[in-house]
């Protein structure tokens, strides 16, 4: 009798170290809409960030790494695309995340984001000025 307690203890604290809160749902990684860039979401303090662990083309035409080469900090434009970090200071608050800054190297441009968890989807919404667009990201 004293085992199968012992076991049952050992299971239920292992599955509640397991459970993630609320907050932490966006955590993972993430397949773009045009699937050619994964993203890892992740936690460091009370914020999210999330940074391009795959690309389905990471090397230029070239054979050389892609690098962030539109990014409006020249110290910055020789940076490698792969391990970028793409979403920052997003905060948790009702459900949703939002207050995050979201850069796009392709234009080479920052935005407001904010993201929704729907259906096992991350939709975020990346806004600058009165111009918005939805993202649809899938677990990967």
Do not use: H
Request: with cysteine; net charge positive; charged share 25%.
């Amino acid at each position: 009798m004293k085992r199968y307690f012992f076991l049952m203890l050992v299971v239920l604290v292992s599955t509640a170290i397991k459970a993630q809160t609320p907050s932490d749902k966006i955590v993972g990684v993430w397949l773009n809409e045009d699937k050619t860039t994964k993203i890892e979401i992740f936690k460091t303090g009370n914020t999210y960030s999330g940074k391009i662990v795959w690309l389905a083309q990471p090397d230029d035409a070239n054979g050389k790494p892609r690098l962030d080469k539109n990014n409006p900090d020249p110290d910055k434009r020789n940076q490698k695309i792969l391990g970028l970090t793409i979403i920052s200071e997003l905060k948790y608050s009702n459900n949703k995340w939002s207050g995050g800054i979201f850069y796009g190297p392709k234009r080479g441009q920052y935005a407001n984001c904010s993201i929704n968890l729907k259906s096992g989807q991350l939709l975020i919404t990346v806004s600058k000025g009165i111009l918005s667009e939805t993202k649809i990201w899938t677990k990967s």
